[in-house]
């Protein structure tokens, strides 16, 4: 290479590290005031953790599962001693899952969890395939009744409950609907024409409808009423925004501030959205409402291992009690599989109904 050739690269290579320095820079405060990356950004990270985010995300996972899965994947890199998963393989994941069971005493879902969190690092993220892995030590997972509430149990919790809590224990008891459903729940999703409501965000994001009990269409149109005055006021503020899911917000700029697509149970207040920075009005935060349940079952004297997914569980049974056939259940619960709602049908064998007890025998007089 000539003179005037070294010369050329030698004024090149500053302006290449300043245009580096200029990236991490501009990422940076980026960073700091809570703007995201772009997803190229993102896929092509150095960092483990954040490809796997970005893999889920682009699956539209949940952000809880993207949280558990994340966390399932720092234990196992942690578990080997900060171990790069592409250095280990079969081996390692069998000693990190028979840990769990053996020395964690874990559940069989949260293994399950564990397990699933693995195998999607290595065929999403790290694009390998894995050989059959055995070995294991798993969790045996006995077969467990639901919790269910007699009719009468289930009243006397609700009418421990007050105000907007009340109305949401009812549309889980009335509705059958998962916790997060029900705080998932938009305005264009309630449908009082047909007495129903479309469950959009359900588990897997499989869509369903479910049933709008008639004793809640008066106070739900009320609280509806009272939410729509609360949306006018923040749209005055210049706020009323809300999260779109997938690319809505692109599609329609100003579907975020429209009212069909607000929450039905705002939180009380607008906070900071972690992904966009913007400050939006999430849903009731569900910790709310589970201590809000747990605090009404236990004042109205009810001595069961229940919570909100208790009312699930009381809807299907008292359907079935009812006489409704078990494929119109399963459609109502949103399975995938009849085989999870034939769970429910323990009720109908009435166990100790038509059966007495020894113990309950009357004693013949003429043999004492």
Known sequence: MGQLGQTRAHRQRPRAGVGRLWLVTALAICHSWRVPPTTAAVASSP??????????????????????????????????????????????????????????????????QAFAAILFLYQQVLVRKLDFIDNVQRVTRPAKLPVVFTPEEARAVLAQLKGDYRLMAQLLYGSGLRLMECLRLRIKDVDFGYNRITVRDGKGLHERIALLP?????????????????????????????????????????????????YVFP??????????????????????????????????????????????????????????????VQELLGHKNVATTMIYTHVLNRPGLH??????????????
């Open 47 to 112: 960092k483990l953790l954040d490809r796997v985010r970005w893999q889920l995300r682009v699956k539209h996972y949940s952000i809880r599962t993207e949280q558990a899965y994340v966390d399932w994947i720092r234990r196992y890199i942690l578990f080997h001693r900060k171990r790069h998963p592409n250095e280990m393989a079969e081996r390692e994941i069998t000693e990190f899952l028979t840990h769990l069971a053996v020395e964690k005493h874990v559940a069989a879902s949260t293994q399950n």
């Open 267 to 328: 939180a009380a207040k607008p906070s900071l959205d972690a992904h966009s920075g913007e400050m939006r009005r999430h849903h009731v935060s569900e910790k709310n409402l589970q201590n809000a349940v747990k605090l009404a079952i236990r004042a109205a004297g009810i001595k069961k291992a229940a919570s909100c997914h208790t009312f699930r569980h009381s809807f299907a049974t008292h359907l079935l009690e009812d006489g409704y056939d078990i494929r119109t």
């Open 214 to 262: 008639q004793q809640l269409r008066r106070p739900l149109r009320a609280h509806l009423e009272r939410i729509k005055e609360l949306h006018r006021q923040d749209v005055a503020r210049g706020g009323g925004r809300v999260y779109l899911p997938f690319a809505l917000k692109r599609k329609y700029p100003n579907a975020e501030r429209a009212w069909i697509w607000q």
């Open 355 to 368: 059966i007495r007890s020894p113990l309950d025998r009357p004693v013949s007089t003429g043999n004492l």
